[in-house]
């Protein structure tokens, strides 16, 4: 795994919950939860070859 993956997933954390914060403290709380989620589903599209590369990495150990 890459590190910058790490570093870009750290940093759209961040900015999801400064803007979650931000959103929430001016009365939007609707805004805050799809910002939210967004931000869960970038990362999940992300992480997601990775998942895939992981479980494709098992099923070739056990078939062995």
């Not at 570093?7 to 009365?27: E, P, T, Y």
């Not at 939007?28 to 895939?52: D, K, M």
């Amino acid at each position: 795994m890459e590190v910058g993956i790490l570093f870009k997933i750290g940093a759209v954390g961040i900015l999801v919950s400064v803007l979650c914060q931000v959103l929430k403290h001016s009365g939007r709380e609707e805004q805050a939860f799809l910002a939210s989620l967004a931000g869960l589903v970038l990362v999940l599209f992300w992480i997601l070859p990775y998942i895939s590369a992981l479980f494709e990495d098992i099923k070739k150990l056990f078939t062995i």
